[in-house]
């Protein structure tokens, strides 16, 4: 034995030095390995505890193949340690830009009556619910003190376009204001489109602003989601979609579906409903339990289980239209796939540990306050203001750096979480406290009923399960969507 | 020894405190609180853990399956333990490293691959 090595770092014919990964099960007869900046080996079932137990022959390719996907290392640090700092720190660098995602509700009116309405809307008539001015104003200040050099200023609702000349004040403000900040801002308008008009999309193609709308599928499936006070949606929806596609770049519009129950059972219609509409990507979203979505349990509630069937149902017929020369993205899985397959992190902010709440997202409220995400200020509505960070009249660190904010920031990081810290899919998961309050009483919550780890344990595997797979061209038509 | 008790509904773990810790053992029977209650109890040289069916019965096709997940899972578990303790330092090192201010040479070798160096 060499002398002032342990006997226990001895393998059969050489030594070697364990680096940090995570492991998991992905199917009967492999599992994943997963070092910590996301780079991955599938393997046969066992070969974590050959690693562990040093039976693995120095002189095979899988030895190479550990020691240059630093699973192990011939010296006890590393000599390329500063090398995987700096991959881990890239993985991490959504940190440094903090909030870059500010979302401002304007009004909290709207002229939809849908019952799977999270945000809980108001009447579309009811101008209490309206941002004031001054506060625009005091947001607008606070946005500019994030450290961030990008900034997305996104428009909710409500429906904003019920207030198109606050939104038009706000943006002018910005551009007037930037000229000392010089920021590279972009705009998002989150609408149902159904108030659109030249104006609008004259302004909106003017000044560069992506426009987000909803469309959960075909006119059945819509309809029954998405209603107006004097009737169904989906023709006004659909009209206003063409009447915008001929004025503004069709990449400067997109869609968001909310997956319902009645939505399970159509996976293939929702996604042709999409092409028929122009649209070449997809966000498959489960619903979530905040506002008139929780309220309204018959139509809204389902098991997980379900979802990810449906997900994974959806998820190979597009895979099958691209196969037959149709280009079309997924972008959940999209997303995870950028985690897994790229050394870069990504702005989504319901997969990023430390979670995204303050770092990555804020709100400003119609109600004078902020809120420390899209879902704080939902579960407020509720009458639940835990996530409430302050007033928008007050001082921005006292608002993204103060008790408050640190708080909520405690049970935000995979990497310190029961059941997650040892999961071998934590680099490519993230924290949701707010869903863990929501959905289990607190915000560390409880892994083995958690619905939200649920599924993205399912996902990621699935997904990991067709690139290894790859019998229909997975990995050639995933690395087109990244 | 991994036993059960019909009568009691009942499954009785009885694990060797000197191969798995209480890290080991709290970890891997966390994940089975969704569907049964646990109960974890340090005795001299092992550690007892009773495991109760939240609802309904654990019958001998069930208890056959648990008792077989069970060992596995303690052993994957284990491996898990090991490489978190043999990595910590290593880990310390990667994290703090990531988070230090690197003079612009170091910063400068992001993305290299170990062929290139």
Redesign the interface.
């Known amino acids: 034995m060499k002398k002032g090595i342990p006997n226990k770092l001895k393998s059969s014919n050489g030594y070697y030095y364990l680096l940090p990964f995570r492991f998991e099960r992905i199917n009967q007869e492999k599992e994943i390995l997963i070092n910590e900046v996301g780079d991955y080996l599938i393997c046969d079932i066992g070969t974590a505890s050959k690693i562990v137990n040093r039976q693995i022959d120095v002189k095979s390719n899988f030895f190479g193949e550990l020691i240059s996907n630093y699973f192990i290392s011939k010296e006890p640090i590393p000599a390329l340690l500063n090398l995987l700092a700096n991959r881990y720190r890239t993985k991490k660098s959504f940190i440094d830009n903090f909030t870059g995602l500010h979302i401002f509700v304007l009004t909290l009116r709207c002229n939809h009556l849908c019952h799977y309405c999270q945000v809980s809307r108001k009447n579309e008539k009811n101008e209490l619910f309206d941002m004031q001015y001054e506060n625009i104003d005091l947001s607008i200040n606070l946005m500019f003190k994030t450290p961030s050099v990008a900034i997305t200023m996104e428009f909710q609702g409500g429906e904003p376009l019920l207030v198109f000349n606050k939104i038009k004040y706000s943006i002018e403000r910005v551009k007037k204001l930037n000229k000392i900040h010089n920021k590279k801002i972009n705009y998002v308008i989150c609408t149902n489109l159904t108030l659109v008009n030249d104006e609008i999309l004259t302004y909106c193609l003017d000044n560069d602003i992506l426009i987000s709308t909803s469309l959960d599928g075909p006119k059945n499936i819509h309809d029954e989601n998405r209603l107006r006070s004097n009737g169904p949606s989906y023709e006004s929806v659909v009209n206003a979609l063409n009447f915008a596609k001929k004025r503004i770049p069709l990449d400067r519009i997109s869609a968001l579906m909310t997956t319902t129950r009645m939505a399970l059972n159509h996976p293939k219609e929702i996604i042709d409903s999409y092409i028929e509409n122009g649209f070449n990507h997809i966000f498959l979203r489960a619903i979530s339990p905040y506002g008139f979505a929780a309220k309204n349990k018959n139509k809204n509630e389902y098991e997980t289980e379900k979802f990810v069937e449906f997900f994974k149902i959806a998820l190979d017929y597009i895979i099958k239209l691209n196969n037959e020369g149709v280009y079309f993205v997924e972008d959940y899985t999209a997303l995870i796939l950028k985690k897994i397959l790229t050394p870069f992190p990504i702005g989504f902010v319901d997969l990023q540990s430390p979670s995204g709440l303050i770092n990555g997202v804020v709100v400003y409220n119609y109600d004078g306050y902020v809120y420390a995400s899209d879902e704080a200020r939902m579960l407020a509505e509720s009458g639940d203001y835990s996530f409430r960070l302050g007033k928008i009249s007050d001082n921005y660190n006292d608002l993204f750096y103060g008790e408050k904010a640190k708080e909520i920031s405690e049970n935000g990081s995979l990497e310190a979480l029961p059941g997650c810290s040892e999961c071998a899919f934590q680099v490519y998961c993230g924290a949701d406290p707010i869903r863990n309050y929501v959905s289990q009483g607190d915000t560390v919550g409880y892994r083995p009923t958690s619905n939200h780890c649920f599924k993205n344990k399912s996902i990621i595997s699935h997904i990991i399960n067709l690139i290894n797979d790859g019998r229909n061209n997975e990995n050639e038509i995933f690395r087109s969507w990244i | 020894m991994i036993t059960y008790s019909k009568e009691r509904n009942l499954i009785t773990c009885l694990v060797d405190s000197s191969i798995y810790n209480m890290d080991i053992i709290f970890?891997c029977f966390?994940?089975?609180?969704?569907l049964f209650s646990i109960e974890i109890c340090k005795k001299e040289d092992f550690v007892e853990i009773l495991i109760e069916k939240k609802e309904g019965i654990i019958d001998e096709v069930m208890f056959n399956k648990l008792r077989l997940k069970i060992k596995q899972d303690l052993?994957?578990?284990k491996?898990?333990d090991?490489?978190?303790k043999?990595?910590k330092s290593?880990?310390e090192?990667?994290?703090?490293?990531?988070?230090s201010n690197?003079s612009d040479e170091?910063?400068d070798?992001?993305?290299?691959?170990?062929?290139d160096?």
């Open positions: 970890k966390y994940w089975y609180g969704k052993i994957d578990f491996t898990r090991i490489v978190t043999e990595t290593v880990r090192l990667i994290i703090a490293k990531a988070f690197l170091e910063e070798i992001i993305f290299t691959s170990p062929v160096r």
